[in-house]
T-cell receptor, first 114, second 113 residues
Framework: DAMVIQNPRYQVTQFGKPVTLSCSQT?????MYWYQQKSSQAPKLLFH???????NEADTPDNFQSRRPNTSFCFLDIRSPGLGDTAMYLC?????????????FGSGTQLSVL | GEDVEQSLFLSVREGDSSVINCTYT??????LYWYKQEPGAGLQLLTY?????DMKQDQRLTVLLNKKDKHLSLRIADTQTGDSAIYFC?????????????FGRGTSLIVHP
């Protein structure tokens, strides 16, 4: 089945130790998104790629970076994680960013910063 | 305040109807969405409604849209224990040529026997 796969499912890291989360998709979608979801809060968009074009949200901390080496893969790098970065990180894709854009989500990576 | 607001919890008895409510802020949203998140899983699109419609029905699901009040609701008929999940409302206003959904905090639906 075509899908969005995130690895790892759970990630524990130490305060200040860089971490990379990965996302892959077999849907051949143009757009890939990273959302941060803290407990009982709305998923918050961090950034998205339209093909190779990177779009950062204005309030995304500089500590968060992303790479999309090809259509299928997208990475979220957190350079110096803080305790406040503990959250579920959701990757999603959509076909082409049009008006009725349905997002397909992975199962998420639960990140704990200790 | 939040752009999309939802109550956090709803508890219903199995077999009853559930109604989950949402208010949004941007009247330029062309489509409005309901996503469902089951435990340990990502969000999954449940249904959506075009902004010039008042109602959309899809099997047990009914979506009602009141554009004047910017109010969206999701009704689940004959609620089952398998419907227990978090339901997210989302608007998608145009911004710089894209229509990326903005989500609410989600309503946890608890279905008990």
């Amino acid at each position: 089945d075509a899908m969005v796969i995130q690895n790892p499912r759970y990630q524990v890291t130490q305060f200040g130790k860089p971490v990379t989360l990965s996302c892959s998709q077999t849907l051949n979608h143009n757009v890939m998104y990273w959302y941060q979801q803290k407990s009982s809060q709305a998923p918050k968009l961090l950034f998205h790629y339209y093909d190779k074009d990177f779009n950062n949200e204005a309030d995304t901390p500089d500590n968060f970076q992303s790479r999309r080496p090809n259509t299928s893969f997208c990475f979220l790098d957190i350079r110096s994680p803080g305790l406040g970065d503990t959250a579920m990180y959701l990757c999603a894709t959509s076909r082409d960013g049009g008006t009725n854009e349905k997002l397909f989500f992975g199962s998420g990576t639960q990140l704990s910063v200790l | 305040g939040e752009d999309v607001e939802q109550s956090l919890f709803l508890s219903v008895r199995e077999g009853d109807s559930s109604v989950i409510n949402c208010t949004y802020t941007d009247s330029s949203s062309t489509y409005l969405y309901w996503y469902k998140q089951e435990p340990g899983a990502g969000l999954q699109l449940l249904t959506y409604i075009f902004s010039n419609m008042d109602m959309k029905q899809d099997q047990r699901l009914t979506v009602l849209l009141n554009k004047k009040d910017k109010h969206l609701s999701l009704r689940i008929a004959d609620t089952q224990t398998g419907d227990s999940a978090i339901y997210f409302c989302a608007e998608s206003p145009p911004s710089g040529g894209s229509y990326i959904p903005t989500f609410g905090r989600g309503t946890s639906l608890i279905v008990h026997p």
